[in-house]
């Protein structure tokens, strides 16, 4: 057995102290073929450094393989090294027979470097020397499917697939397919190549994926069913939960869909967006002290977050608690880009409590928002009748007769109005 047999046995084996003593021998015993060959194993276990070392001294030896520049390059790459990356791959020419190899580092290294332009320019250079190379096709599709275009993603999964390579570099690439086709909103065709899938293959991720597209699908008991089983197996898998309340949730279980978003709040206490789907579910049930808390959570995690202010201002308008809603809106009344229910919000409250100009300028500020809500041309209409504000009570008569033309009450207040010259 080789010096560079008996690294890898100790490493592999946790045996760290005697595999690094074995490596010195094997740097000064082994033949050079064998050294390439455990640089190779060194780079897959996570051994950086041990494999740029064999891989620096192979290159003082052969500095014509191109193939040690471009391993180079990779391993500069995983540890951060761009500029040396770049140096070593500047060096391989395309006349090379490592310069497709070449290609493909590069295109990794500019992704890295968020250069997503250039890394798909080198990218399309090595399928025009390589069309047909699995490698190639494999990592133009993880680039599209990465930049979401997943419209040229499924075209070169699907060339793989159709090739007969259903897995590469321990993807499956039917659950990329079938990822793929999601993305594009094609939940059917998506579907039809999940359940292509044995069972046995089904990683989490391809569960999720595929209760996910069930959800799309409006197959609410099978969307249930494959979370639940991932919820089981992989208690920690935080995304599956919102999902899965979802598809409770549609599926007429509230009960089962608020219970499913307090699981995973127990250990994701600072994702906002579970307070707030935990609030409204809450809601929905009449549990209004849990919504009022899990929104004030929300709030408390993220104060700009205005989905959980409005809900918590919703709730305290259905609750005709008028002074807890205004204490709560008046720090945003100033904010650019407001959310238009914040203003009908102030506007319902400052009228209760008899802030008439305050609720004026509410009101005027969440018209240009409503015109097309009966319900809030309703009450702008008696509010500015109220107070004598004749010209909007008019403007709002009219908009709200767009909308209800057979209410003959306020058909007849608008003709009194028009009669007088409005």
Known sequence: ???????????????????????????????DDTLNSLAEELYGLGFDG?????????????????????????????????DAALQQLAQVKPDSDAYLQSLLVSADLYQTEELYEVSEQKL???????PDEQVVLFALAEFYNMMQNYKKATVYYLTLVKQGV???SSVNLVARLAAAYAGMGKFETSMAYFEQIKDIDKTPDILFQQGFVYLQLK????????????RDT????VSLYPVLAEAQENNGDNEAAYKTIQEVISFDEYNEDLFSQAARLATQLQKYDDAEHYLKEAIKINPEQMRAVVQLSNLFIQQQRYQDNDDLLQPYIQENDLDP????????SEEHL???????????????FFTNNSDFLHAAIYFFRQIGLEDWTVKSLRAYLKLVPDDQELSLMLEDYEENGF
């Open 1 to 31: 057995m080789s010096y560079s047999e008996q690294v890898l046995e100790k490493f592999e084996a946790g045996n760290i102290e005697e595999g690094n003593r074995l490596y010195g021998w094997a740097l000064r015993k082994d033949d």
């Open 50 to 82: 041990k494999a740029k070392r064999i891989y620096e001294n192979l290159l003082k030896k052969y500095p014509q393989e191109d193939t040690l520049r471009v391993n180079l390059a990779d391993i500069e790459i995983g540890q951060g090294n761009t």
């Open 124 to 130: 399309l250079e090595a399928e025009k020397l390589a």
């Open 166 to 168: 259903l897995r590469l």
């Open 219 to 230: 197959n609410y008991p099978e969307a249930i069913d494959m979370l639940t089983q991932l």
């Open 234 to 237: 992989n208690q920690d898998y």
């Open 341 to 348: 229910q914040i203003y009908w919000n102030i506007a319902v």
């Open 354 to 368: 008899e802030n008439f100009k305050e609720a004026q300028n509410a009101y005027q500020n969440a018209f240009p």
